[in-house]
């Protein structure tokens, strides 16, 4: 009965802060009177409990006597019966994708043994999906009684409609006569708005495990706050955190995880922020309080992994040429295909061929920035001129294409349109909101800020922890 009371109070606060705005003074009284009560209660029916329990002595009451039906008096009845198919009322089971698995361990888990299905996953092109598995997504089978397979619905890809509807990509594999057919389904989703709160005794992953804050949202917090935060070494007992964060619904069951909107970490009694915002309601960033960006503004490793490099800033020997000249980059040697990435976000400047480089991508990053990625075998499709393009995505791969001698990656830097040393330049380490957008930011900020001191005060306030959802609300209505 307490837990009863303790989750009305929970959500009656919730309710009356986050939906009808009331100020968090009056909000405080409210908590004690609340509290008070559920106290109160909380004795009076742990009084007539006990009193339940262990009936007084003087209560004579007798108990009703127990009439023992025979069998024959409920004769079984043949006539009229329905007999009901098991692919009416398949048994459902569902596991959610952990990090590392493959197809044949969800099978597993889900207790499908037909050889017939492993072939047809391995083999048939329309299930092309399945073999990119989302951590935290859920997969769902159905069974008849003997365990064989009805359908399975994997919901695997999540984007927006032009009119800001949340759409999915559920793939569907029914069986059909002696094998299975599959097929792509668009489905409308919804998302949820969740707040948590918790605090470390052993490790951030069990403090999470234990209220309830799936798996891949936990690792979003360490991805998120990482350059601030060792989280094997710095994490102590008593660390605290609240974290706001998107979880998504189809017809009111689980799908997948969203974003992190907006957290607070205390480590060793220092605080830490982080706000999501969007100026585009598609592409975004994590930011402190005060507007910078918690993402380095430029990747301090080279734009490709498996690589050397082959050739310095500088003067130098042209291969080809056999002259001096001005090298304007500094070139990377990898195998033929290897995938290359931005080093910054910003727009695509130039995407095809140019000259000695060959096929060539220059993006025009924030401020004076701009990076050249030269020879390549093939740019990526969707890196067209005008185009936006983020940290560490796809460009292309690594060629031999213009005047190069091998595959590698010619890669420069420039300030002002001006070369400059990679190796030795200080780059920015974070960025700061474009004044364009500062408005925007400050809007945002302050309706989580107020949602996060509030969550603060209920942690403290209901013993550390605390699990609250908002059903069905779009991530427009948060801001």
Request: proline share 4%; hydrophobic share 35%.
């Amino acid at each position: 009965m307490h837990c009863v009371f303790q989750n009305l109070i929970n959500h009656l606060l919730i309710y009356f802060f986050f939906e009808k705005k009331i100020h968090s003074n009056k909000i405080k009284k409210l908590i004690h009177c609340l509290l008070t009560i559920s106290l109160a209660t909380f004795s009076l029916v742990s009084a007539k409990a006990i009193g339940k329990i262990f009936p007084s002595q003087k209560d004579t009451t007798e108990l009703p006597l127990i009439k023992i039906i025979q069998n024959d008096e409920f004769p079984l009845i043949y006539k009229n019966s329905i007999i009901i198919e098991d692919n009416e009322f398949p048994y459902i089971n569902e596991t959610t994708i952990l990090h590392g698995d493959t197809i044949s361990d969800i099978l597993h888990r889900l207790e499908i043994t037909d050889p017939r299905l492993q072939n047809f996953l391995v083999h048939n092109a329309n299930v092309k999906s399945i073999h990119k598995l989302y951590p935290g997504c859920l997969i769902q089978v159905a069974t008849d009684s003997l365990g064989k397979l009805i359908w399975l619905r994997y919901m695997h890809t999540l984007s927006n409609q032009s009119n800001g509807q949340l759409i999915a990509k559920q793939l569907y594999i029914k069986q059909s006569h002696n094998t299975y057919e599959a097929k792509e389904q668009i489905q409308y989703i919804d998302s949820e708005i969740h707040y948590a709160v918790g605090t470390t005794y052993s490790s951030l992953f069990n403090a999470t495990d234990s209220v309830g804050i799936p798996n891949p949202i936990a690792i979003q917090i360490t991805n998120i706050l990482n350059k601030k935060i060792d989280f094997l070494r710095d994490i102590r007992r008593g660390d605290q955190f609240r974290v706001i964060y998107e979880v998504y619904y189809h017809e009111g069951r689980y799908v997948a995880p969203g974003r992190i909107l907006a957290l607070e970490f205390i480590n060793n009694h220092k605080i830490y922020n982080a706000i999501w915002f969007s100026s585009d309601g598609k592409n975004g960033d994590y930011y402190d309080l005060n507007g910078s960006s918690l993402q380095s503004a430029f990747l301090q490793s080279a734009p490709l992994k498996f690589s050397r490099i082959s050739s310095t800033f500088g003067k130098r020997i042209h291969p080809i040429h056999k002259t001096w000249t001005e090298h304007k980059g500094v070139d990377y040697a990898a195998p033929l295909g290897t995938p290359i990435y931005a080093t910054a976000d910003g727009i695509v400047e130039f995407s095809g061929w140019k000259n000695g480089y060959g096929n060539v991508v220059i993006i025009k990053h924030f401020g004076k920035y701009s990076t050249l990625y030269a020879h390549q075998s093939l740019i990526d499709p969707k890196i067209i001129k005008n185009e936006k393009v983020l940290q560490g995505q796809l460009l292309g791969y690594v060629g031999s294409t213009g005047l190069a001698t091998g595959p590698h990656l010619h890669y420069e830097l420039r300030v002002d349109n001006q070369p400059i040393n990679p190796l030795s330049f200080k780059l920015p380490i974070t960025r700061s909101i474009d004044p364009s957008q500062i408005q925007d930011f400050q809007k945002t900020l302050t309706t989580y800020k107020e949602k996060i001191k509030f969550l603060a005060y209920l942690q403290h306030a209901l013993n550390n922890t605390l699990t609250i959802k908002l059903r069905k609300m779009n991530r427009n209505h948060m801001l």
